[in-house]
């Protein structure tokens, strides 16, 4: 019981230093990690080689999958790749179900984007297809969010699901994770597609222009223009759709039945299957999409950009994963197990977890991280330990990092200005939106679970 209340302390204090003192995430998990080390008695001589050993392998495990999966993300967004899908698909869909539409581009372009820069990048083309079609603002705006929402932290290779999938050792089974969360993701978007078309006729009263915020006035052929000649629709969805038909291939070439058998075949479609390979493979075919003079300079910007905006997160991961492995060496794991064990509640233990941190510190990836690295060790017991469980667990722990977003969460506030909509409306809207997309995509990891568990 004293192992427990340690427990709880730690995470209100995680919780608390990272969401009311501002402290950086990864300092405040292995400040975790160490005290706890005190705290649940572990022997002095295995502190430090647990936490090394365990951020360590979590880096060399993960690393490069984020680095390149970002990559891919910051070229998308720097080269007009992104603006080149939303026309294609705005192309193929029209504008006759306009939230629909918005839906769709933000369930596909937070695959490789992350959904706050999805969000800026995307919002002019929300505003324009909204003045055309005379459906509210802020209808677009919810369909737009929680589409960007659901592939976000549901699907790989955005860093949530990655380093969850990492953390609970499921990093081999990243193509069931994909195949499993791409449609758990679209119920989650159309749940939330549902609640925006509440909004789609109702009258909207959007506050002033923040001052300075040029990404708000500026027109969607204008933003286009910036980039000059944009890449081809097919190019820019070629870094997406190849890592993750590779990784799929090779999951299902490792299916116990070996449909391709042991031949060669099966060597490479499963060595270039492996997520750092396939994501590589889709880095390079990202480069197709730079252009013009001074490609070598643009490609070395972008990465150097990747490298910044990953770093934190790859951090984070690392500093979650020691968190984890301290917590695997004391008796708290015992104790959980043979109390959660009876309560028979299996996927709802992660969910629950992963909600509870987000709502209470604001970072979906953050809530990712903690809730993997405190469940892990509880896998068993929770009947998860197999590989389709340890999917639906990842995808449990993502459904959970949606519920809510409010006033902590970066993702609000981007939403909230960028879209002019006034902060009591948003809470009314934009976190009940959130609310109802995570819950939705829960029961649909539970309705899964009930065939395959």
């Not at 509210?136 to 929680?146: D, G, H, K, V």
């Amino acid at each position: 019981m004293i192992d427990l209340l340690v427990l709880v302390l730690l995470v209100v204090g995680i919780v608390l230093a990272t969401a009311k003192l501002k402290i950086s995430p990864f300092l405040a998990l292995i400040a975790a990690a160490l005290i706890g080390a005190f705290a649940f008695r572990l022997p002095l001589a295995d502190i430090v080689p647990t936490i090394s050993t365990a951020f360590g392998s979590s880096l060399g495990n993960i690393g490069l999958v984020i680095l390149f999966g970002t990559m891919i993300g910051v070229i998308l967004e720097r080269s007009g790749g992104a603006i080149s899908m939303a026309d294609a698909l705005i192309r193929w869909l029209g504008t006759r179900f306009p939230t629909l539409t918005m839906s769709i581009i933000g369930y596909v372009v937070s695959i490789p984007v992350f959904c706050d820069s999805g969000y800026v990048i995307l919002n002019s083309l929300r505003k324009a297809i909204a003045v055309r079609t005379g459906v509210s603002a802020l209808a677009m705006s919810i369909a737009l969010m929680t589409g960007l929402y659901a592939t976000h932290t549901l699907v790989p290779p955005t860093p949530g699901p990655l380093a969850a999938a990492e953390n609970i050792g499921a990093g081999d089974y990243l193509g069931l994770i994909i195949a499993i969360g791409l449609p758990v993701a679209a119920v989650a978007a159309f749940a939330g597609l549902l609640f925006a078309q509440t909004f789609a006729k109702k009258p909207f009263a959007p506050a002033p222009d923040p001052e300075g915020a040029q990404e708000v006035t500026q027109s969607w052929d204008e933003l286009r223009a910036s980039y000059g000649k944009l890449p081809s629709a097919w190019l820019a969805f070629l870094p997406i759709l190849l890592p993750l038909v590779l990784i799929c291939a090779a999951s299902i070439a490792k299916l116990p039945n070996r449909p391709l058998g042991e031949s060669t075949l099966y060597d490479i479609v499963t060595f270039i299957g492996t997520p750092t390979i396939a994501l590589l493979i889709g880095l390079v075919a990202a480069t197709l999409l730079l252009s013009g003079h001074g490609k070598l300079a643009t490609f070395n910007a972008n990465i150097a950009e990747a490298i910044r905006v990953a770093a934190p997160i790859l951090f984070i991961t690392a500093a979650g994963a020691a968190f984890g492995a301290v917590l695997a060496k004391s008796t708290i794991t015992t104790f959980l197990s043979e109390n959660l064990a009876g309560l028979g509640i299996g996927l709802a233990v992660p969910f629950l977890v992963s909600a509870a941190l987000k709502s209470a510190q604001g970072s979906s990836t953050v809530a990712m991280v903690t809730t993997s690295a405190l469940i892990a060790p509880l896998l068993g017991s929770l009947g998860l330990s197999s590989p389709i469980g340890m999917a639906l667990t990842v995808l449990a722990i993502g459904a959970g990092a949606m519920v809510v977003s409010h006033a902590n969460d970066s993702y609000f506030w981007v939403v909230s200005q960028m879209s002019r909509i006034p902060v009591a409306t948003a809470y009314r809207t934009l976190t009940i939106a959130s609310g109802i997309e995570g819950i939705a995509a829960f029961a649909a990891v539970w309705v899964i679970s009930l065939f395959v568990l």
